[in-house]
T-cell receptor
Framework: EDQVTQSPEALRLQEGESSSLNCSYT??????LFWYRQDPGKGPEFLFT???AGEEKEKERLKATLTKKESFLHITAPKPEDSATYLC????????????FGAGTTVTVRA | NAGVTQTPKFQVLKTGQSMTLQCAQD?????MYWYRQDPGMGLRLIYY???????DKGEVPNGYNVSRLNKREFSLRLESAAPSQTSVYFC???????????FGNGTRLTVT
């Protein structure tokens, strides 16, 4: 069974204080790993897809990386508007339409 | 461009009542999905529709039924609501099976 574990559950940062979120996964044959951002009362919003170990993607202050067992979402010099819950999900090669989601990391950035 | 629209946004039901959650998308998505989100747990797939005219069970289908009415609309029905179905329900769409999901803003359902 595919499993996704995100840590920490919650992260409180000062504005400008860089940090990383972890997504550990177990899947038989990774087709893709997805990162989403979710604001309170809203649906998740797509950020990145990573397909193979060593791949990296960036968007503004966010950078996602992938190894064979985990993915990191690095937040560089965060701003209060980066406050959100960040979700990680994996899709196995054998699961055409099914994603397994982690429980998320809630990030709060204080000014 | 509305994206993925869910109605209603909030609903309170008594145990045993039935209701249908509506979802419509204008993004020309081929596949559509229903997820539930509970505190401390990841999103869990209830049902999905790979294409118009097809539906399949996800991880937690018991107590639910779905209808892919046409390419745009995918509804979720609770025939006899139970307190365990208190949750936030999200509809999503995607262009294909390995494309990113586009989510609606959810329906917050409470069953008393």
């Amino acid at each position: 069974e595919d499993q996704v574990t995100q840590s920490p559950e919650a992260l409180r940062l000062q504005e400008g204080e860089s940090s990383s979120l972890n997504c550990s996964y177990t899947v038989s044959g990774l087709r893709g790993l997805f990162w989403y951002r979710q604001d309170p009362g809203k649906g998740p919003e797509f950020l990145f897809t990573l397909y193979s170990a060593g791949e990296e993607k960036e968007k503004e202050r966010l950078k996602a990386t992938l190894t064979k067992k985990e993915s990191f979402l690095h937040i560089t010099a965060p701003k209060p508007e980066d406050s959100a819950t960040y979700l990680c999900a994996v899709q196995a090669s054998k699961s055409d339409y099914k994603l397994s989601f982690g429980a998320g990391t809630t990030v709060t950035v204080r000014a | 461009n509305a994206g993925v629209t869910q109605t209603p946004k909030f609903q309170v039901l008594k145990t045993g009542q039935s209701m249908t959650l509506q979802c419509a998308q204008d993004m020309n998505h081929n596949s559509m999905y229903w997820y539930r989100q509970d505190p401390g747990m990841g999103l869990r797939l209830i049902y999905y529709s790979a294409s118009e005219g097809t539906t399949d069970k996800g991880e937690v289908p018991n107590g639910y039924n779905v209808s892919r009415l046409n390419k745009r609309e995918f509804s979720l029905r609770l025939e006899s609501a139970a307190p365990s179905q208190t949750s936030v329900y999200f509809c999503a769409g995607a262009s294909s099976y390995n494309s990113p999901l586009h989510f609606g803003n959810g329906t917050r359902l409470t069953v008393t």
